[in-house]
């Protein structure tokens, strides 16, 4: 079983995936570093780019069975769905500051 916790920007936070009821596995401790400091969060085009490593950083930490596997293949969709809901935490922190900052940027006027 894996612990995954993801770090977007400055913002971390700790998902736990638990076995399940009856079951004792290992956790191991998966940390995935997002960063966005190059994407405008404002618009669509960078919320997509974000949310496309979100989604490369899930597929990396929580990995993939042989389609022969079908155990492990429930694990890693477990773990995909769990990663991804506890990653959106996150992302909805990141794009609400875009917000804030955007709001509160100064607006230039032009030359008259």
């Not at 780019?49 to 042989?66: M, T």
Request: proline share 4%; net charge positive.
């Amino acid at each position: 079983m894996k612990f995954v916790a993801f770090a977007a920007g400055a913002v971390t936070s700790a998902l736990f995936l638990l076995p399940a009821a009856g079951r004792s596995a290992p956790i191991e401790q998966v940390v995935r570093h997002i960063g966005y400091a190059d994407l405008d969060l404002a618009t669509a085009s960078g919320r997509s780019r974000l949310d496309r490593r979100i989604g490369a950083a899930v597929a990396e930490a929580c990995g993939s069975a042989s389609g022969l596997d079908l155990v492990g293949q429930n694990a890693a969709r477990r773990c995909r769905i769990a990663t991804r809901q506890a990653a959106a935490a996150q992302r909805d922190l990141a794009l609400a500051a875009a917000r804030e900052t955007a709001a509160t940027r100064p607006v230039l006027a032009a030359n008259p």
